[in-house]
T-cell receptor, first 112, second 114 residues
Framework: EAQVTQNPRYLITVTGKKLTVTCSQNMNHEYMSWYRQDPGLGLRQIYYSMNVEVTDKGDVPEGYKVSRKEKRNFPLILESPSPNQTSLYFC???????????FGPGTRLTVT | AQKITQTQPGMFVQEKEAVTLDCTYDTSDPSYGLFWYKQPSSGEMIFLIYQGSYDQQNATEGRYSLNFQKARKSANLVISASQLGDSAMYFCAMRRANDYKLSFGAGTTVTVRA
């Protein structure tokens, strides 16, 4: 089954404790992105990747890091989380030349 | 940056009736795509429908149709014969050609009443 997976689905952590949210897709897609969803703001792109070892900032990259060492994986790293990073996070992927973007199930992060 | 506007924070619709969700966008690019996604209470993002800026006809997918008015920069979603399972938040989004980002509106919550 074609899918994007994210782990963990839920996470409660404390300010400053480094965390990683994993994302993996099995569709051999070139493009992958991370979004955060906040009430009244829709989804906003954090980072994206055009292919292995190629990443760039989206609209709200501050406080986040990413890497793309393998085509299927695109982890999101919060090195020193803060309460304003409490949000619902989505990973997404899209194949080159295709319209549809496939979303993972989301990761609900709470930083206290 | 592209701007997507959904002016209806929430709507109620009677079961079996049609509902129109408004979406306007702002871009100077001639080539772009418009998307609608559904987000039920479980949280996942479900792709509903796509319209390309050069498509001559309005897109349709089952009970979903997109009323595309290019000159007005409008891409309204019409859900016909609403069902209880249509209760969800709906997002309008746009991507410019050769861009790697979907820009989203704030969303519209639809509640279908029996």
């Amino acid at each position: 089954e074609a899918q994007v997976t994210q782990n963990p689905r839920y996470l409660i952590t404390v300010t400053g404790k480094k965390l990683t949210v994993t994302c993996s897709q099995n569709m051999n897609h070139e493009y992958m992105s991370w979004y955060r969803q906040d009430p009244g703001l829709g989804l906003r792109q954090i980072y994206y990747s055009m292919n292995v070892e190629v990443t760039d900032k989206g609209d709200v990259p501050e406080g986040y890091k990413v890497s793309r060492k393998e085509k299927r994986n695109f982890p999101l790293i919060l090195e020193s989380p803060s309460p304003n990073q409490t949000s619902l996070y989505f990973c997404a992927s899209r194949g080159q030349g295709l319209h549809e973007q496939y979303f993972g199930p989301g990761t609900r992060l709470t930083v206290t | 940056a592209q701007k997507i506007t959904q002016t209806q924070p929430g709507m109620f619709v009677q079961e079996k009736e049609a509902v129109t969700l408004d979406c306007t966008y702002d871009t100077s690019d001639p080539s772009y795509g418009l998307f609608w996604y559904k987000q039920p209470s479980s949280g996942e993002m479900i792709f509903l429908i796509y319209q390309g800026s050069y498509d001559q006809q309005n897109a349709t997918e089952g009970r979903y149709s997109l009323n595309f008015q290019k000159a007005r920069k409008s891409a309204n979603l019409v859900i016909s014969a609403s069902q209880l399972g249509d209760s969800a938040m709906y997002f309008c989004a746009m991507r410019r050609a050769n861009d790697y980002k979907l820009s989203f509106g704030a969303g519209t919550t639809v509640t279908v009443r029996a």
